[in-house]
């Protein structure tokens, strides 16, 4: 794990006293991003649909912190499940301070061939459940003047492909949701950002591609396809690379002023 996720050289951040939820928390990206919030002091709510890939993801963020952590099984295409989860992580952590909207997975294929049913279940798990889950945590954050919501996006939102659907519209009205709660509520401090990681971010950590998570992985054969796609003529603008999309503009998450 440690090879995976080293914190030598980053910014330091304190999160003691915070509460992260973390959508898609089991694996991936989103358990990376719950071990690196653990580490800096944060408790931790995770949720993913599988619960006993939760439960080990849970035991592993366990035993490399002494922070406060709960594994929540929840669909979170379902509005139902959504809320039974948010009841039960404020039950068990009280204020929930930072909330990730990282579930999703990619989804494309020839805009032809693709039915109402995989259009419908791709909003329904990368966009209605970032508006849900939103909805819910921010009255708290409101209320106490303070409060951080990170939907992860990627490159796709802003330059789309050919046979990028559902997903490229799906991301892209994730930034779009971005963009008009951060307006909304930044009087209430309350900064939301999009996110698009890459294979080079930090979070990836180092070393050789294969032994990072899969997440990265999956980054990294993008940006080899880009690589294609230049040699052949035709060159994405930057359509992969790492980038923090703030509105308006909000202090990025290594810096101070994000605690």
């Not at 330059?159 to 930034?175: D, L, N, Y």
Request: with cysteine.
């Amino acid at each position: 794990m440690a090879g995976h996720f080293p914190l030598e050289g980053m910014m330091q951040i304190k999160m003691n006293g915070r509460t992260a939820l973390i959508t898609g928390g089991s694996r991936g990206l989103g358990r990376a991003m719950a071990l690196r919030f653990a580490q800096a002091g944060a408790d931790v709510a995770i949720t993913a649909r599988r619960a006993g890939v939760l439960e080990e993801t849970k035991s592993e963020i366990e035993a490399a912190s002494d922070v406060k952590v709960g594994a929540y099984p929840c669909d979170v295409t379902d509005a139902g499940q959504i809320a039974a989860m948010h009841e039960a992580v404020s039950a068990d952590f009280g204020t929930i301070d930072i909330l990730v909207n990282n579930a999703g997975s990619a989804v494309r294929g020839k805009f032809e061939e693709l039915t109402d049913e995989v259009w419908q279940d791709d909003f329904d798990l990368k966009v209605f459940a970032a508006i849900r889950t939103s909805r819910l945590v921010l009255p708290k954050m409101k209320e106490q003047k303070w409060g951080r919501i990170i939907n992860i996006l990627n490159g796709a939102a802003k330059a789309p492909g050919a046979e990028g659907a559902p997903t490229a519209v799906s991301r892209a009205a994730g930034m779009a949701i971005t963009k008009v709660l951060s307006k909304e509520f930044a009087s209430y401090n309350i900064l939301v950002n999009g996110f698009a990681p890459a294979s080079s971010s930090p979070i990836c950590g180092t070393g050789p591609i294969k032994n990072r998570p899969p997440i990265c992985r999956s980054i990294n054969s993008s940006r080899k396809k880009e690589r294609r796609f230049r040699w052949a003529g035709w060159a994405p603008r930057k359509s992969t690379r790492t980038r923090l999309v703030s509105w308006p503009r909000t202090p990025p998450p290594t810096s101070p002023e994000w605690r």
